[in-house]
């Protein structure tokens, strides 16, 4: 059972991500390694080229980014840690897969219509394509599993198709990969307008939770989090009430418990002031120790670089052997002499 998933490089991070993804990666490198197999996981810097960028602050964010993921419990001799522009296989694979993914499917991709629209200067075709370099993230490793948060289904349902499809044209070369989102906290939402998703690009700082945020922003944006006005309170998941919901789903997931042990544990509350505190202090018991060994990491950018070769030669001896069968099978390149 091999896993993939890759995130995007930015030092802000937020609890949605931590949450929906990053926990589970944490939890997928032991499975991986238990089965006799490997968890890949990767900062997707060519992603992040999909929309304007600074070029001087790139590799920052990748170390940020590699910073948070190291300091959650990322353990490179235990999985493989990547930059993706370190395996150029990737890229290479992108446009293979390119000549069997729809245009017509790409632009149904709800991601790609949200991001274009907010483009003022150039929608690149990077962004068009972004899915496809997506799929051949995973589609080079035949990855089994891809865990990922809900907001990326549409991207992941997208890849099982173009494996599908390059199969049958081209024989049983790629694996079809399943998807895997976290039965608590697939999708956060944000504090201040809990009817729409925690993002990084989100109009509201008061309402995303940075997973390098000290404590006491924490709990003040905690503390502000907007609920609803019934009365009296109740304290219960229900879609009539997101804000309480988004609250409940938060507070399992930080004490890794379900949503109904969350709820019997607040039954004894006054109010949802009780609620925000539980979870305010619920998320800085899991993010404080990040905090702290995120400040020893980021320090020391020759030790990531290292960790980055190393990675990379290890994914390339996977990579290399699956680009090779899939050049074969297309009749691209040299004549395979034996
Ligand atoms: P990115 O960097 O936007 O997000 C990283 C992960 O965080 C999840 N996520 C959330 N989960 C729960 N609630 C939220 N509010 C929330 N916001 C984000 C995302 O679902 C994601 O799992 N396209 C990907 C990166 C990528 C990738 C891949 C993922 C590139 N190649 C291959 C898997 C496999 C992305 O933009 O993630």
Redesign the pocket.
Same mark, same amino acid.
């Given at each position: 059972m091999r896993i993939?998933? %890759?995130?995007?490089p930015t030092g802000r991070k937020h609890l949605?991500?931590y949450?929906?993804?990053i926990v589970q990666y944490v939890e997928g490198q032991q499975r991986a390694a238990d089965a006799g197999d490997v968890a890949i996981y990767?900062v997707?810097d060519l992603?992040a080229m999909t929309v304007p960028w600074v070029p001087g602050e790139m590799r920052e964010r990748v170390y940020d980014t590699a910073s948070i993921l190291l300091a959650a419990g990322l353990d490179p001799d235990r999985c493989i840690f990547i930059r993706q522009s370190d395996v150029p296989e990737h890229t290479e694979l992108a446009w293979h897969l390119g000549a069997v993914t729809a245009h017509g499917d790409l632009n149904r991709m709800h991601q790609f219509k949200e991001k274009s629209a907010k483009q003022r200067d150039l929608v690149s075709s990077d962004l068009f394509t972004y899915p496809v370099l997506?799929a051949a993230?995973?589609l080079a490793y035949r990855a089994d599993e891809?865990p990922? %948060?809900?907001?990326?289904r549409q991207?992941v349902e997208l890849m099982r198709d173009v494996a599908q499809r390059f199969n049958e044209r081209f024989g049983d070369v790629l694996v079809v990969p399943e998807l895997k989102i976290p039965e608590v906290?697939?999708?956060?939402?944000d504090l201040q307008d809990p009817t729409s998703?925690?993002?990084t690009s989100s109009a509201s700082l008061e309402g995303t939770v940075h997973v390098l945020d000290d404590a006491q922003a924490v709990e003040k944006k905690f503390k502000r989090a907007v609920t609803d006005s019934e009365d009296p309170p109740r304290i219960v998941r229900d879609k009539s009430k997101p804000g309480v919901s988004n609250l409940l789903d938060i507070l399992a997931a930080a004490r890794r418990t379900t949503v109904e042990e969350a709820t019997a544990s607040l039954a004894g509350a006054r109010g949802y002031g009780d609620l925000k505190v539980a979870t305010a202090d619920a998320v800085n018991a899991l993010l404080a120790p990040v905090r702290e060994r995120y400040v020893e990491l980021r320090a020391d950018e020759d030790a990531l670089e290292d960790i980055f070769a190393a990675g990379a030669e290890k994914a390339r001896a996977i990579t290399r052997p699956v680009l090779a069968d899939v050049r074969e099978a297309m009749g691209v390149g040299p004549r395979p002499r034996g």
């Open positions: 993939f998933s %890759g995130l995007q949605g991500n949450i929906g993804a990767c997707v992603h997506m993230d995973v891809v990922v %948060g809900d907001d990326q991207h906290g697939a999708r956060i939402m998703k925690m993002s």
